[in-house]
């Protein structure tokens, strides 16, 4: 430990320590803004470049930036010196000049770091704003919208696409001036091996990088009288929508998103759980036919089976792994998984032409808006979802549709397919469609009733997690991980024949869908992560049935329509196939 | 070849030595008497200069024509033709020497071999015009040594440069080659070695002058499995070509001094990052390398010790920032070449996160001769805290173009005038900068300082890689700012705001400045946001761009007002400044300029005074160019 001063303060810090850090040990708040660090998870970029947190420190010739510089015994800091004030302030409006500044309808608007920071540093004008402007052509993609007019290169994205998710579509491009962060020879992005995991846009500042918005669309639909529009919400939605209305993180608002989306006039608001449910049932099942033909000497069998509900990863294997594609399951995505079934199923009972229904799906996720459009989950061109909206729009929907959404009261799902477990529940963070699995595969293997049914050992936010589940003396070993970066170097493990796992979860985004692309922006606050992870396992606990296989309505839809798991009408709605993607 | 151990290092270097005795000889001679076999000379070499600048003046055919005419005469056996590095006078260039008399040929045309093999080496007899005149004089110089271009010279980096093949490893050699090497590997401890270089006081000549033997030390207390040597040759100043002169007239100073280097910090890799836009001295280097792998001085178990060292060139696209020794590391791992912040230092994580010591060329090249020699040879040459001597690279508005090499110390008017012969076409001297893009630019009243590091920082500038170029009363210190804003904007690597966003602010002001549209407000934004960029951005590069504004504002203020307050460039160098009209008086009414106007902007009638309309004129300069009555008036 060594002490330094900061500003006024004495404070004793651990030497290896940035300036950043120990200032907020005494309450001093240094301004960033390309600096991002998501505690508990590998979400960091550091390549203090923005110059905005730079100080003082005695003896040193330059200023220096808060946020890389070590503490050394005896430093002397200065966070708000007037050289230090004039130069922060500079800087900021050196970025103003080069920023188009259209606040007022920016998708950013009062969500924006930039913002946030000029008006703390108190920029009343820009001084240089009669200089030349970097102009680029906006991008829109089916998930990402991007207009690198507004990119103030502090190249979050950049640090996220290559050192978090390994992907690489992004990176600095030119020099001077004119540098950008841009996709290789200039492509787009739809051209590149961009997953549409979004996580750019989870950690872009300002409103260079946002989602594709579909709240025209929905609108269009909901308002016109042919359509019947039905929602379905994911798991990780509920407990991250109230962040934008004020609520804590991780605090549950189900009920009262069920009467927003019912207010805003969708006719039927069912949930993307019930469809969770379906995917243990099918890749529960999966797993144990798997399972069952390794234990017969089947040499042929692929295991490890990795689990496919995250649509980003989908793209991943598909781009890179294109001699892996037996190893993942067939499952479909929940939502896809409900399309199918609503669109067949429930339409059928109800008699709604299927080119008069529209499914909505409600996502944490911007991917998923890409997975809308693939052609596998098209019926002679019809979507079985026609569009996917994530959580921010949703919210904004919810204000644009004047709905006061504090005051709001409860409403259930409707039936039939608002009817989920505690297993669906979790779905929503890394290590959730694992313990969801295990949980029906154990009793459906043992016909045991499974004796500690929280499985600690595959919950947490570390990047990779292992666990043995003893099954009847079979040791099944899983693996859980997050992020593409994990994901890559257990496709690279799995491709050079090192990886002895029975089964693999994977989850492209930080956190799984509870840090999804498409959340309330958590602003580099790691708490929020973890505090929605809480909410996912309260409500996991809460519930009365904990186990997909249990749930009664998922019981009667097999029953009724689909037969048994993996065969006839559940393999030809619920699974799906995979294809070489890679870029030549 | 068997590879040499360190006796036969020494073995050789007796019979190299003998090879090389009629060169030897030349430092020594006293009259311009003149050899030749017909007077009694028995051998004799013919040096001709195979850098880049003579290259690109055809001596390649040069050596081929003295070549065919030795043949031609039969005389090979007495006559050598050797190509060498750079002389350094590149105004004078190509250059033929004859040895042992020393007789320094200029501007040599390939078709004067001929004449220099007959009438000298044969005949005994110069070749008067091809003699250097001293323009003070006008009496002919031939011995080199008498030449003021040479006489305040010290060449110590350069000292093989233009005198042995550099494509001959022995004739390094035979120069004490590898015998810094070879003694430090038998008697020497690394600290020992480095303790020398800590002694002599040589400081890094990339531009920043970290003294070598600190940072040689810094890396040596890293304990690593792997350690690297890395030699930064990324020249990229407009107009410097001293690493160049250097890799390609003696690339085996750099390699030894690498792998003293390597064994100081104990390291077994070295890798040189050249821009590939040095085709030739990359050759050189190749070649280098190839032959002290064939001879055991680089390789595995060199001269026989169990010291590991082999050496690797990487080469770079000729981005200046790569000249940074973080953004140079990062391109070599194949990352986008941009710096990052230091601390870590390379010395504890450099390559591949590897400890690494960077050194400049110019810096290596006189580690083996400070280690043959003694610190104390070098510590008596140069300043209080500049030792030993600088490469610099003469451009500009100066007589004598060329490559120096000067002890630390030497003043400004010594380079210029005594070294450089003065302004070009005797016109009045304005300003020198040095210190490349990121120098700044001294004026008169800095002529007489000894320069060093320290000194040139005080002034306003710096020594940088050694880049001086001269500006007289026809350069508007304005646009030079601009010329130099607009390299460091372009090659900026765009990572921090202040240097990406700032720098293009600075130029956009000098621009409107440099057009009449500048206000005297700008004038102390360009101060307030130069000081904010030098104190705010994040490598080298952004933190001395804009030297050249600030030290041309501290210089010559009056020419920036003059400019916005009185829209004058008292150099005619901005354009949008000048107003051109026709003197009554003087024209004839031909009607040349009128024709010639590409902007239709001349009115008049045949053989009555025309005039230009000022709204239309486009200040092209074409009318000037077409009237022979010298009418036309520019103000």
Excluded at chain 1, 215 to 238: C, F, G, S
Excluded at chain 2, 269 to 284: Q, S
Aim: charged share 25%; hydrophobic share 35%.
């Amino acid at each position: 430990m060594i002490t330094i001063t900061i500003d006024r303060h004495e404070v004793v810090v651990p030497a290896n320590m940035t300036i950043l850090d120990a200032a907020k040990v005494v309450n001093v708040e240094i301004p960033t803004l390309c600096h991002i660090n998501l505690e508990g998870t590998c979400l960091k970029s550091n390549p203090a470049s923005c110059r905005l947190c730079v100080v003082e420190v005695e003896g040193n010739r330059n200023l220096v930036p808060a946020c890389a510089t070590k503490c050394r015994p005896g430093m002397v800091v200065h966070t708000s010196s007037p050289r230090v004030l004039r130069a922060r302030k500079t800087v900021a409006e050196l970025i103003l000049s080069d920023h188009p500044n259209d606040c007022l309808t920016c998708p950013k608007c009062s969500d924006c770091e930039l913002q946030r920071l000029v008006r703390r540093l108190n920029c009343r004008n820009i001084p240089f704003k009669d200089g030349e402007r970097m102009e680029r052509k906006k991008e829109i993609t089916p998930a990402i919208t991007r207009d690198m007019s507004k990119c103030i290169y502090c190249r979050r994205c950049e640090s996220v696409c290559n050192d978090v998710q390994s992907v690489g579509a992004l990176g600095a491009v030119g020099r001077g001036f004119g540098t950008i962060v841009g996709t290789a020879f200039g492509k787009t992005l739809g051209d590149t091996n961009c997953t549409y995991c979004g996580q750019c846009v989870a950690v872009c500042p300002v409103g260079a990088l946002t989602e594709r918005d579909y709240a025209e669309e929905l609108i269009a639909d909901i308002t016109n009288p042919d359509k019947v529009v039905i929602a379905q919400t994911a798991p990780a939605v509920r407990y991250a929508l109230g962040e934008e209305f004020g609520l804590k993180p991780g605090t549950s608002v189900t009920g009262k998103m069920v009467t927003a989306l019912k207010d805003m006039g969708f006719d039927y608001v069912f949930d993307t759980d019930f469809g969770a449910d379906m995917t243990i049932m099918e890749e529960g099942y999966e797993i144990l036919d798997r399972l069952k033909k390794f234990l017969a000497g089947d040499k042929t069998v692929k295991l490890p089976i990795m689990t496919s509900c995250c649509p980003a990863w989908v793209n991943f294997y598909e781009h890179e792994f294109p001699d892996l594609l037996d190893y993942p399951s067939s499952a479909k995505s929940p939502g896809q998984m409900f399309g199918a079934v609503a669109k067949t199923y429930w339409a059928d009972k109800m008699g709604i032409p299927r080119d008069k229904l529209v499914v909505v799906s409600i996502m944490p996720c911007l991917a998923k808006k890409y997975e809308c459009g693939r052609p596998e989950f098209k019926v002679d061109g019809n979507p079985d979802v026609d569009y996917s909206i994530s959580t921010r729009e949703l919210a904004a929907l919810i204000r644009r549709s004047n709905i006061s959404f504090d005051s709001l009261p409860d409403s259930d799902f409707d039936t039939p397919m608002g009817e989920s477990t505690g297993a669906a529940a979790i779905f929503g963070t890394t290590g959730g469609v694992m313990e969801a699995a295990l949980r029906t595969v154990y009793e459906v293997y043992t016909g045991k009733t499974l004796p500690h049914i929280d499985l600690d050992q595959v919950r947490g936010l570390d990047g990779v997690r292992e666990a043995t589940i003893d099954l009847d003396g079979f040791p099944l070993k899983v693996c859980v991980v997050h992020t593409l970066s994990n994901a890559r170097m257990i496709m690279n493990k799995l491709r050079a024949g090192e990886l002895d796992y029975h089964v693999v979860e994977v989850m492209a985004c930080p956190g799984g869908c509870i840090g999804g692309a498409g959340q309330p922006y958590h602003h580099g606050d790691g708490t929020v992560l973890r505090a929605r992870q809480r909410a996912a396992y309260a409500e996991d606990a809460g519930k009365q049935l904990r186990k997909s296989h249990e749930n009664p309505d998922i019981q009667r839809l097999y029953q009724e329509f689909l037969g048994e798991p993996l065969h006839g009408k559940a393999h030809e709605l619920l699974h799906t196939s995979y294809s070489d993607k890679s870029i030549k | 070849m068997k590879t040499l151990n360190f006796e036969d290092l020494t073995q050789l270097r007796k019979k190299a030595h003998a090879e090389l005795n009629v060169r030897e000889l030349s430092y020594a001679a006293t009259s311009e008497e003149s050899c030749g076999l017909a007077v009694g000379t028995e051998h004799i070499q013919l040096l001709c200069c195979g850098g880049t600048g003579c290259k690109a003046s055809n001596s390649a055919k040069i050596v081929d024509n003295l070549k065919a005419a030795i043949e031609a005469e039969g005389i090979a056996d007495k006559v050598d033709v050797i190509v060498t590095g750079c002389f350094g006078f590149c105004e004078k260039g190509p250059i033929v020497k004859v040895m042992p008399d020393n007789t320094f040929y200029t501007q040599v045309k390939p078709e004067d071999a001929e004449e220099i093999v007959k009438e000298h080496v044969i005949g005994g007899r110069k070749v008067e015009r091809l003699l250097y005149v001293d323009p003070k004089t006008q009496h002919t110089v031939s011995d080199s040594k008498h030449m003021d271009f040479y006489r305040k010279q010290l060449r110590v980096a350069l000292r093989n440069c233009g005198f042995i093949d550099p494509e001959n490893i022995e004739e390094y050699i035979a120069r004490d080659g590898y015998a810094a090497l070879a003694n430090a590997l038998q008697n020497q401890t690394p600290e020992e070695v480095i303790e020398v270089i800590k002694q002599s006081g040589l400081r890094g000549r990339g531009g920043a002058g970290f003294p070598t033997g600190m940072k040689w030390g810094f890396a040596r207390n890293y304990q690593a499995e792997n350690k690297y040597v890395v030699c930064n040759a990324d020249e990229g100043d407009p107009g410097a070509f001293m690493d160049r002169s250097i890799m390609e007239g003696d690339p085996h100073s750099v390699l030894e001094a690498m792998a003293i280097c390597a064994y100081c910090i104990g390291a077994n890799k070295g890798l040189i990052y050249i821009r590939a836009e040095y085709p030739l001295a990359v050759h050189r280097l190749r070649i280098a390398i190839e032959q002290a792998r064939e001879y055991g001085l680089i390789g595995k178990c060199v001269l026989g010790s169990d010291f590991n060292f082999d050496v690797e060139i990487r080469y770079g696209a000729g981005a200046f920032v790569c000249g940074e020794e973080t953004a140079l590391i990062h391109s070599m791992e194949g990352k986008r070449g941009e710096p990052t912040l230091k601390p870590p230092f390379p010395a504890e994580s450099g390559y591949n996160g590897y400890p690494t010591n960077v050194n400049n060329v110019e810096t290596l090249a006189n580690v083996p001769i400070i280690l043959t020699k003694g610190a104390e040879w070098f510590a008596s040459i140069g300043t209080e805290k500049s030792k030993g001597t600088k490469v610099f690279a003469l451009a500009g508005k100066i007589n004598n173009v060329g490559l120096i090499e000067v002890p630390m110390g030497t003043t400004l008017r010594e380079i210029i005038y005594d070294i450089g012969g003065g302004v070009k076409n005797g016109k009045k001297f304005k300003a020198v900068q040095t210190g490349g893009p990121s120098g700044g630019c001294l004026t008169e009243k800095h002529l007489d300082i000894p320069i060093d590091y320290d000194s040139l920082t005080a002034a306003g500038s710096m020594m940088g890689s050694g880049g001086m170029i001269v500006m007289d009363e026809d350069d508007c210190m304005v646009s030079v700012a601009k010329f130099y804003l607009e390299f460091t904007v372009s090659e900026s690597c765009g990572k921090c705001t202040p240097c990406r966003i700032g720098n293009k602010r600075l130029l956009e002001i000098l621009t409107r400045i440099t057009e009449g549209k500048g206000t005297m407000e700008d004038l102390d934004t360009l101060k307030t946001l130069a000081a904010t960029i030098k104190d705010t951005a994040l490598c080298g590069l952004g933190q001395t761009s804009p030297n050249p504004v600030l030290s041309t504002i501290d210089n010559f203020y009056d020419e920036y007002v003059e400019h916005v307050k009185q829209h004058k460039c008292r150099s005619k160098q901005c354009k949008a400044l000048l107003t051109y009209s026709i003197n009554p008086e003087k024209c004839k009414g031909c009607g040349a300029c009128k024709r010639g106007c590409p902007a239709d902007a001349i009115l008049g009638d045949l053989r009555k005074p025309h005039v230009i309309n000022p709204f239309k004129c486009i200040r092209c300069g074409m009318c000037q160019s077409r009237c022979h009555f010298d009418a036309i008036v520019v103000i």
